[in-house]
């Protein structure tokens, strides 16, 4: 029985790196690209190592107004999903009304439509409402998507968070926003980071919604779509490799301070809302 247990494991483990593997090859190839000096624009062989390209991450003009553009446009549609998503996890899991169950179903409907299907819905939306097809049209569809991954990521915190910690709170004579400023909030923080960091993800990534109700926009995936027939430059690599190594740094500091308000919310409830004044 322990020589099947034990292999068992060794089995399962052994899977899940495999997984992972597979996972993080292509993050791999493409931070082992962005040190790379093709032989032409149209190879991907690793020819040259050089750390030209991070030096200079945008050979023209076009490319760095791409990324700028994609940048400013995931920053405003990120922190609009994000609070309205996070607004809407609390309502759904917090409070109770007639139409939860069916909003709940709602939720989903943005994130199992094709993007062709949603991309030509906006776009024949925005010419029936005679709005001009441009960088706005663009933040409102990716908002319109973006929300959808927000409240199910801050949902799934909520739902996993240790009410009796509020409670704690509301019995050392905490007010209601003291408890969610000082317990509810650090203990969420972590899920709304996350939910943050993928809708900025989804915004800068898209090319199908963004394609279809651009107008003569260019964004990020446009252009490296518009410069394939022509060679990708080897900065695209540099772009992505930085964007993922900005994402898991922000990751790993979300991750530790809920680890820390965690811990701190378990250890001294006391200390963190405020013991009650004694009666004079």
Known sequence: ???????????????????????????????????????????????????????????TLEMRDAV???????????????VLGTLMAF????????????????????????????????????VAAQIPLGFWTIVIAHVMFCVSFVVVTVKARLAGMDRRLEEAAMDLYANEWQTFRRITLPLVLPGIVAAALLAFSLSFDDFIIT??????????PMYVWGAAGKGIPPQVNVIGTAMFVIALAVVGASSLQGRRARRAALAAPVAAVGAPKSAS
């Open 1 to 59: 029985m322990k020589l099947r247990r034990w292999l068992a494991d060794r089995w399962v483990m052994g899977v899940a790196l495999l997984v992972l593997l597979y996972l993080s090859l292509p993050i791999i190839v493409v931070a082992g690209l962005s040190f790379n000096r093709p032989s032409s624009r149209l190879s991907y062989d690793f020819h040259e190592f050089t750390l030209d390209n991070w030096t200079h991450p945008f050979p």
């Open 91 to 126: 309502a759904l899991v917090r409070h109770g009304f007639r139409g939860r169950a069916g909003i709940n179903g709602l939720i989903f409907l943005p994130m199992a439509t094709p993007e062709l299907v949603m991309g030509t819905s906006l776009l024949a939306l925005f």
């Open 68 to 82: 700028i553009r994609s940048i400013e446009i995931g920053l405003i549609a990120t922190v609009i999903s994000t």
């Open 211 to 220: 394609n279809f109700n651009s107008g003569t926009t260019v964004t990020f």
